[in-house]
């Protein structure tokens, strides 16, 4: 409370222009500052927008200009909501909603992942995690196991599971965001 005034509010965090304002680099026009530049080395964005860690273009599909992922992230969506509405009658089509909306979120994500230009490693990772899980639960319903043991047991598993699968799509990752960088391939 030392730092405030008797209105309640702190310092003012406002930029003040005059002397502390950044001078222009050697060779830049007056009154206009250079673009920041990235970890990468390359320059921000001219509207100054940069997707939080990507590096470069976001990679296309081979069926671009086609909105297929999205396409189907929308109609998985419109089936989830009807299959929700009809009740205990539209379970089958809100499973098949849920299903077209995690395929057409994979898409996206597993470029983007495997190009180099945004890391979607816990994700990924979690995907099939998940359907070991499952896996193992329906096999022990399967066989008769008592309820406990269908949560407590794929747990043994899950975690190393997931903890190997994320190392490796992080390493994964990183070679091809070197491979990005260096190279200076735009995807």
Partial sequence: MANRSKGGRGRSRKRRSGATASKPAAGEPSGRRPRPQRRDGAQAPADGYRAPGSVGERPRAPWHPFPLAELSILVGLIAVAVGAARGEAGKTLLLVGVLVVVLGTLDTTIREHL???R?????????PTALVRAGIALGLFALGAPRATWVLVPIVLDVPLFSLLL?????RFEDARRERV?????Y
Avoid: E, T, W
């Fill in 115 to 117: 190009s180099g230009y």
């Fill in 167 to 171: 190392k490796v799509l992080r390493a």
């Fill in 182 to 186: 260096f190279a200076g391939r735009r």
């Fill in 119 to 127: 890391s979607h490693a816990g994700l990924l990772a979690a995907v």
